[in-house]
DNA sequence: CAGTATAGGACTGATTTTGTCGCAGTTCAA
DNA sequence: TTGAACTGCGACAAAATCAGTCCTATACTG
């Protein structure tokens, strides 16, 4: 359960992989879906929306591909999460802005809504350079956060 | 995207209902059903796979149902939720004991380990009484640690 | 122009989630 | 002791979501 898609997966990954390669100008979706064994029409949909978000540049023709458009140490994975499977609700009622359609009200919705922050507040505080090196500080202060939520 | 199953909610809900009521002896899955609205089935099962995990005690036969077997500030929602919809597994691809299928491997499922566990983290630190009372230490904690990791 | 890439819509099959049905066992109370 | 009101559980059916494929258009390079 509270499982990422493999589509974000899918993206997490392709961004690792252009964080990985800085020197390349740009990887196509096809390179990063043979090195990791992705169904590359799939993994290019999905790099298509994340250029389409801002995260990705493109560069269609011969030699073309797609970079980072900032640097990853500034791009989240709450970002990538969201772009590829839209917003995060931990609540099955919230359905973007209509409200809870059981009885009285969803009674569990609200304090929930805090829980979803939280969680929020864990992606935001990782990004890709993080994937890449994960004894980075970020990872380091999510371990404290759980180790301080525990006291 | 990375949501509960309405089956959790349902059944968050219903302990919820649990804790607000520990004056009747037991409440059935109809009455609770029947005043969210839910599938009285359905939200039936759900509360036969908590009772089968001990978070409630059943009584079969007239007048029989439901109560909590521990006080609700001692059930976390984590437990609820695990029993429900199984274990907590953030990436797509970590299916229990088997690792990754994709080809190097999934260069990912590690760094988002820790995500994973801040999340259970948080999970953990939210009761059923927290849910009763949304302004209780834990959900404040929560807030503070959101507050936290942004800065 | 030929070849390689991105862009994106349509569609199919697989998987998961949600909900229903039916039946067996339990308890209580008239 | 019989029947109503419960839980317990397996099998199914329906619906929604996800994963993946196909096809076509467009853009860029040499």
């Given at each position: 359960m509270l499982r990422l898609t493999k589509k974000a997966d899918y993206g997490l990954m392709a961004l690792k992989y252009l964080a990985e390669h800085p020197d390349s100008v740009s990887v196509s979706a096809k390179d990063i879906a043979d090195t990791y064994g992705i169904p590359p029409q799939l993994l290019a949909?999905?790099?298509?929306?994340?250029?389409?978000?801002?995260?990705l540049r493109s560069h269609a023709g011969m030699n073309g591909g797609y970079e980072l458009s900032r640097e990853a140490r500034r791009i989240s994975a709450f970002e990538v999460i969201h772009a590829i499977d839209g917003p995060l609700f931990i609540t099955s009622c919230t359905k973007g802005s209509k409200s809870c359609d059981l009885e009285p009200n969803c009674t569990i919705k609200e304090p929930l809504a805090r829980v979803n922050e939280s969680i929020a507040g864990v992606l935001k505080s990782i990004s890709i350079y993080d994937l890449v090196d994960a004894e980075t500080a970020a990872g380091r202060s999510a371990e404290m956060l759980v180790t301080l939520m525990h006291s």
């Open positions: 949909k999905v790099l298509q929306r994340l250029t389409k978000v801002g995260l």
